[in-house]
């Protein structure tokens, strides 16, 4: 069924698509409570229900008979790498060349300090204008650390290509964008930073497990991601690291943590960096978590990437359809992309009051966030939003309009997580 008709589709022809989905029965391995539609497992993925389970298995078998033998009888010791040549699969990257660890912000000081080290006599950190915060502030964070001998440089996103001169160290970008979605051209950007000399580093936050990547494809230097968001690995999950093999031995990390030395156990004084991408680790890995995202990772490496990427374009485009048909002079306007192959797996819309809509919307059992100054975020996470879902979404979304439900009292006061 079409969803480029000028009459949005109805509730039925929703249950026709779901009852059609090739990945409708991943639904029911996640835990889903019965009257919420959760829009916002591009912030938080659902708890698959195998977690508990596992971590159960580690926390009674492992640690609690286990004790600090599992660290080898277990492998604890090996999960950042086991784990981290998961997720290469899932983007593009080749075993030993991704190491899941620590926290995104960490890890993207860690790529910005290679990237340095890879391209001396260059001083600019670019980036565009918007970009994730946490992405903006560890570069500031860089260009004040090192006292003015780096500078951390913004520009508008259609000034990027144009300001990659020949100063310009390394470009960071988000992959897709968390706000709108918009995707870059990975493949495109690269080349270009490339030509002038730049490296690159894409963080996946809002693409690892929601479309397809290819990093190794587009001839990519660094990327980073969290492990909480598409990939499902719980709150706080380990974020991952991707570093090209190419460029693995040319940069000696600056965090040199006591677990990215070449032999940790002979408890040297003078540091010496492992071979590889076990460089890149730094601190000891929180054992309990890495179990967590391990279940997550492995669940979301059965689906058919191709089948989950249509899936996500169908659901944004669905709901698109829905607001203006069912929601047309309410305020709303797309913050996002219309056309799904620039969009990632998320829908955004303006609205003055979106902060006090959203909150009425989560009071009514549809879960998605908001963002300042004025939007509205929907993520759709392919492997267990329906599209009945996402039309029931809209209509609730419609009644609290036609109501003005969302002028309530309690919907005016901000929370500390928006």
Not at 139 to 148: P, Y
Not at 171 to 180: D, E, G, I, M
Not at 300 to 327: H, I, N, Y
Request: proline share 5%; aromatic share 8%.
């Amino acid at each position: 069924m079409s969803l480029s008709t000028s009459t949005a589709p109805s509730r039925d022809d929703c249950r026709t698509l779901d009852a059609a989905d090739p990945l409708a029965l991943f639904r029911e391995r996640f835990v889903l409570e019965d009257g919420v539609i959760y829009l916002d497992g591009n912030s938080l993925g659902a708890l698959p229900v195998a977690t508990a389970e596992r971590l159960g298995q580690v926390v009674g078998d492992e640690w609690g008979r286990g004790l600090i033998r599992s660290w080898n009888a277990a492998g604890w010791m090996d999960q950042p790498g086991r784990v981290g040549d998961k997720i290469a699969a899932l983007i593009g990257a080749g075993p030993g060349e991704v190491v899941a660890a620590d926290s995104t912000s960490v890890n993207i000081f860690k790529a910005l300090t290679a990237a340095l080290q890879l391209n001396p006599g260059r001083r600019v950190l670019l980036s565009e204008r918007g970009s994730f915060p946490t992405d903006i502030y560890m570069m500031q964070g860089l260009e004040t650390l090192l006292d003015g001998r780096v500078a951390a440089r913004f520009v508008d996103p259609d000034e990027v290509l144009g300001a990659l001169d020949d100063d310009v160290a390394v470009l960071l970008l988000t992959h897709v964008h968390y706000k709108s979605g918009r995707i870059w051209d990975m493949a495109g950007v690269t080349r270009a930073a490339h030509d002038a000399g730049a490296l690159v580093i894409w963080d996946l936050s809002h693409s690892a497990g929601a479309l397809p990547v290819d990093l190794n494809g587009a001839e990519a230097d660094f990327a980073v991601g969290c492990g909480y968001k598409y990939l499902n690995g719980g709150p706080g999950a380990p974020a991952f690291i991707f570093v090209a093999g190419r460029h693995q031995a040319g940069a000696p990390p600056a965090l040199s943590g006591w677990l990215g030395h070449g032999d940790p156990f002979a408890f040297d004084d003078r540091y010496w960096p492992a071979a590889g991408i076990e460089r890149y680790r730094c601190g000891t890995p929180g054992v309990l978590a890495m179990a967590a995202l391990e279940v997550g990772v492995d669940l979301m490496a059965e689906a058919d990437m191709t089948a989950l990427r249509a899936k996500s374009g169908r659901l944004g485009d669905l709901f698109l359809a829905l607001v203006d048909d069912l929601c047309a002079g309410h305020g709303f306007s797309p913050a996002c992309p219309r056309e799904a192959a620039e969009r990632g797996s998320q829908v955004s819309l303006h609205h003055e009051q979106g902060y006090a809509i959203m909150q009425a919307l989560i009071a009514d059992g549809v879960i998605g966030d908001f963002r300042a100054p004025d939007i509205l975020r929907f993520g759709f996470a392919p492997l267990y939003v329906r599209y009945v879902d996402v039309y029931d979404a809209v209509a609730k979304l419609a009644a609290i309009m036609r109501e003005g439900a969302w002028e309530r009292p309690e919907f005016q006061v901000r929370q500390a997580v928006t």
